[in-house]
């Protein structure tokens, strides 16, 4: 099992920009999220999907928006980048059953806006 | 909501000795999932240790265990026995049981150890 993979390992972009942050998992969790993880600082929850179709936002959403078609993939979208969106992004996955089991994360994204 | 607490922004320790780490939080929540993540320098997030708060018996993995106070809402790292690779920053994360996609990390510690 590849477990959680993220493209692209790093990436610069110009204010206004867009982007797709791409995440896709092979151990078929039904949990999904995405957070961001500023210098020095901790995780903080922008977006997460408890299954296929279903998405609900996190504690720093705006600026981002997700999908989740298949169990598989679940990407981030950037719309118009902004230097606050500077930041290394994490995408990470959990299968539930009984209780939340520990969360499986990607390598990480560290994303430039400049 | 619920807000995870790490008051040690830094802490150090010599190899082989002991060293805890301090994490308190807040919920309203009964049952809920209290987690231990190690953050290397590689980036990687590596899970520690796991806690169910409807356990009372505090949870062990080898030289890390953790001392978990529900009525305080504290749940403390320890780690015994420090070793060079123990180095990085530790995030205490919290996981409610009504909501598991909500989840709330709190700002690390960083750990150095000293040879």
């Known amino acids: 099992n590849a477990g959680v993979t993220q493209t692209p390992k790093f990436r610069i972009l110009k204010i206004g920009q867009s982007m797709t942050l791409q995440c896709t998992q092979d151990m078929n969790h039904n949990y999904m999220y995405w957070y961001r993880q500023d210098p020095g600082m901790g995780l903080k929850l922008i977006y997460y999907?408890?299954?296929?179709?279903?998405?609900d936002k996190g504690e720093v959403p705006n600026g981002y928006n997700v999908s989740r078609s298949t169990t598989e993939d679940f990407p981030l979208r950037l719309e118009l980048a902004a230097p606050s969106q500077t930041s290394v992004y994490f995408c990470?996955?959990?299968?539930?059953?009984?209780?939340?089991?520990?969360?499986?994360f990607g390598p990480g994204t560290r994303l430039t806006v400049t | 909501a619920q807000t995870v607490t790490q008051s040690q922004p830094e802490m150090s320790v010599q190899e082989a000795e002991t060293v805890t780490l301090s994490c308190t939080y807040d919920t309203s929540e009964s049952d809920y999932y209290l987690f231990w993540y190690k953050q290397p320098p590689s980036r990687q997030m590596i899970l520690v240790i796991r806690q169910e708060a409807y356990k009372q018996q505090n949870a062990t993995e080898n030289r890390f265990s953790v001392n978990f106070q529900k009525a305080a809402k504290s749940f403390s790292l320890k780690i015994s026995d420090s070793q060079l690779g123990d180095a990085a920053m530790y995030f205490c994360a919290y996981l409610g049981d009504t909501n598991a996609g909500k989840s709330t990390f709190g700002d690390g510690t960083t750990l150095t150890v000293k040879p």
């Open positions: 999907s408890v299954g296929a179709g279903i998405t």
């Open positions: 990470a996955s959990s299968y539930r059953t009984s209780g939340p089991l520990e969360q499986y």
